[in-house]
């Protein structure tokens, strides 16, 4: 059984749609990230839910809204979609918010043409 | 700007080579947790180390975390092909709930 799971796994895509990442973990797990990682393969967070209340929103277009329906799902809508915005995208999720074993997901590849 | 550096950014070995990955941070950490990713996969957790100077070991793996709790590092003894991919730190600063400072990586390649 897949601890965390996105989908889709590949998605592409062209300038100018709006596309949704969808992530669901069975862990139980209370905090649920987004994180986008680049070509060179810097890990940077962009969201962090705890009990679905967001807790960390960095500096990230408002392009990009998650949404937290309930404690095991975390997606990511973005909108007009961005060359810049080709990455891959990763959801995880951690016992709790003071930051113990994070489970990453196997991550969606975005490629925005 | 960067919270947590980690050099180098590649290292190509032969094969029974040992490797050294190192982490700085410019602020003390209450704990660091290292990752494993292989070649198109995902971030695999490795372990966490939490007290000041703690050394722990998983077979040839070695992970060390400063006095100072501002800086770690991974030594693996005698490579193997299997340990091909990219080494991540994160460290977590105890003040930031929910916010873990990821190094930018060292992709290791290993030469049979």
């Known amino acids: 059984d897949t601890a965390v799971s996105q989908t889709p796994k590949y998605l592409v895509t062209q300038m100018g749609n709006d596309k949704s990442i969808k992530c669901e973990q069975n862990?139980?797990?209370?905090?649920m990230y987004w994180y986008k990682q680049d070509s060179k393969k810097f890990l940077k967070i962009m969201f962090s839910?705890?009990?679905?209340?967001?807790?960390i929103n960095e500096t990230v277009p408002n392009r990009f809204s998650p949404k937290s329906p309930d404690k095991a799902h975390l997606n990511l809508h973005i909108n007009s979609l961005e060359l810049g915005d080709s990455a891959v995208y990763f959801c995880?999720?951690?016992?709790?918010?003071?930051?113990?074993?994070?489970?990453f997901g196997q991550g969606t590849r975005l490629t925005v043409v | 700007g960067q919270q947590v550096m980690q050099i180098p950014q590649y290292q190509h070995v032969q094969e029974g080579e040992d490797f050294t990955t190192y982490c700085n941070s410019s602020t003390t950490l209450s704990n660091i947790q290292w990752y494993k990713q292989r070649p198109g996969g995902h971030p695999v957790f490795l372990i966490q180390l939490v007290k000041s100077g703690e050394v722990k070991k998983q077979k040839r793996l070695t992970f060390q975390f400063g006095e100072a709790k501002k800086n770690s590092s991974l030594h693996i003894t005698a490579t193997q092909t299997t340990d091909v991919g990219t080494y991540f730190c994160a460290g977590n600063r105890g003040s930031t709930l929910g916010r873990l400072y990821f190094g930018r990586g060292t992709q290791l390649t290993v030469w049979p």
């Open positions: 862990l139980g797990h209370d905090t």
């Open positions: 839910y705890n009990n679905k209340e967001l807790i």
């Open positions: 995880a999720s951690s016992t709790d918010r003071w930051n113990t074993e994070a489970f």
